[in-house]
């Protein structure tokens, strides 16, 4: 019997012009990978005994893995929602925002709001789903902001708001 798992809430629809197209990239070169890996794949079962073929479980192993993330990226891309243009009130923070934050100590961090397909491609981007950037949305310069985290809450001051 199989433990039961809640299904995970869904990701925001947002992505930015640059997030879309790394992800579009993304996606093509995975074909181009894939069929390298077909290639040795085919040769690997060629060799013979399939069950002790390193090279022929390994590539399995492979292409499972890139059909898994093709076949993701091809459910996601279309529902993906590309956001160009700047809000209409600048001084706020929204979507694609790059905040500078200031906590008590003095230290500054810099962070942009980007949707949750699009934060591993730079270290400081932030999801729009995260409690940070909840806490930080339709809030303006100089405002205070209490961030909940495992260890406690920390207490932001937003020292700079801008849009690329």
């Not at 591993?120 to 995260?130: A, K, L, V, W």
């Amino acid at each position: 019997m199989g433990r039961y798992r809640p299904p995970t809430p869904t990701k925001s629809p947002y992505i930015t012009k640059n997030g879309f197209a790394v992800l579009q990239g993304e996606e093509k070169n995975l074909w181009l990978k894939r069929r390298e890996v077909v290639t040795a794949l085919s040769s690997a079962a060629a060799e013979g005994d399939r069950s002790e073929n390193a090279e022929y479980i390994y590539r399995k192993k492979e292409l499972r893995e890139i059909d898994r993330r093709i076949r993701y990226l091809q459910k996601r891309l279309p529902d993906l929602q590309v956001v160009t243009e700047k809000p209409s009130r600048a001084e706020k923070v929204f979507f694609s925002a790059i905040i500078t934050l200031e906590n008590d100590v003095g230290e500054q961090t810099t962070y942009r709001i980007v949707g949750p397909d699009e934060i591993d491609h730079q270290p400081h981007y932030i999801s729009m789903d995260s409690p940070v950037a909840k806490a930080l949305f339709k809030r303006s310069l100089d405002d205070e902001v209490i961030v909940m985290t495992p260890i406690g809450s920390i207490r932001y001051i937003i020292t700079n708001i801008d849009y690329e």
